[in-house]
């Protein structure tokens, strides 16, 4: 009864939402940013705490500030999220600035596939919806959420913004090698990790749990693996990506190992440069 309920006032809030004026829907997101901020919630301390370990150096009065600055992007993507399916397709496209879209392009068009990792910044689904709109169908994985009525709301929100999403409850890796193999792209958010396989990293000042999928589809397909960080601007977002990430010498364990690590280390510099768009109110460090 509780989950119907739940789902129930989900799919309402989706609908309404969606039928506001923009502005009255981003200043109703921004009022609960605001309202969080003040109450010092739950998730406004988890990701104080998490902000605190990206920016050792601020004071308390920097911290808290940059921690204000989070919670406001982090209801903006979810305001996005409920609005994004109505954007023109040109508002999708015009709204977004990259790096390395090119180099990006030029590996794609290779057709060895290309795996694109990524961490909660910024909003990647509008990242998938732009490529998806200039010509590059977007794979990904999202993972398996109670209510089963808002999971399958969410795969198709991003079904209508052009991308196929297969769920963690399938046995996705043999469905990625196949698209890997066609040569298409596999996106994955990958900075934190949701199975018990994951590969420990040096993250900041501590340890952390990343997926080890990112390094091996690659190396299981001969797939490129680039790094893409997303973060807000004023009318829409930055992408941000690496060159194509090259494994050490060792053993498959071992290159697994350096890849993820890798990864993790261009999360950080970007998420040093960004702290405000790095959506992790969860817990990530072991310790």
């Not at 490529?131 to 994985?141: D, Q």
């Not at 040096?202 to 893409?228: E, I």
């Not at 960080?229 to 829409?236: L, Q, R, S």
Request: proline share 4%.
């Amino acid at each position: 009864m509780i989950a119907h309920i739940t789902s129930f006032l989900y799919l309402l809030a989706w609908r309404i939402v969606r039928s506001l004026p923009e502005a009255t829907a981003y200043r109703l997101f921004a009022r609960v940013a605001a309202r969080s901020i003040k109450r010092e919630s739950k998730s406004f301390n988890r990701l104080k705490n998490n902000l605190r370990r990206t920016q050792p150096n601020y004071s308390e009065r920097e911290l808290v500030e940059i921690t204000s600055r989070g919670m406001k992007s982090y209801l903006r993507y979810w305001c996005d999220a409920f609005r994004l399916p109505t954007w023109s397709q040109e508002r999708i496209t015009s709204t977004v600035t990259v790096d390395g879209e090119e180099m990006f392009r030029s590996l794609v068009a290779e057709g060895k596939g290309v795996i694109v990792a990524l961490p909660h910044s910024g909003n990647w689904d509008h990242a998938g919806a732009y490529f998806c709109a200039t010509g590059i169908p977007i794979i990904s994985v999202a993972e398996k959420l109670k209510p089963e009525r808002v999971f399958k709301a969410f795969l198709s929100y991003r079904q209508r913004i052009g991308m196929r999403i297969y769920s963690t409850s399938e046995n996705v890796i043999p469905i990625l090698n196949k698209h890997l193999s066609d040569g298409e792209v596999v996106a994955l958010v990958a900075d934190r990790d949701l199975s018990k396989s994951g590969i420990e990293v040096r993250f900041f000042d501590g340890v952390a749990k990343m997926p080890s999928g990112p390094a091996l589809l690659s190396l299981r397909n001969n797939s490129y693996l680039v790094v893409a960080h997303v973060t807000y601007t004023d009318i829409g977002i930055h992408i941000k990506f690496s060159e194509p990430l090259t494994p050490n010498n060792g053993a498959d364990k071992s290159k697994i190992e350096d890849l993820t690590q890798q990864a993790a280390d261009i999360f950080a510099e970007g998420i040093a440069r960004s702290p405000e768009d790095w959506h992790m109110l969860q817990k990530i460090w072991v310790d």
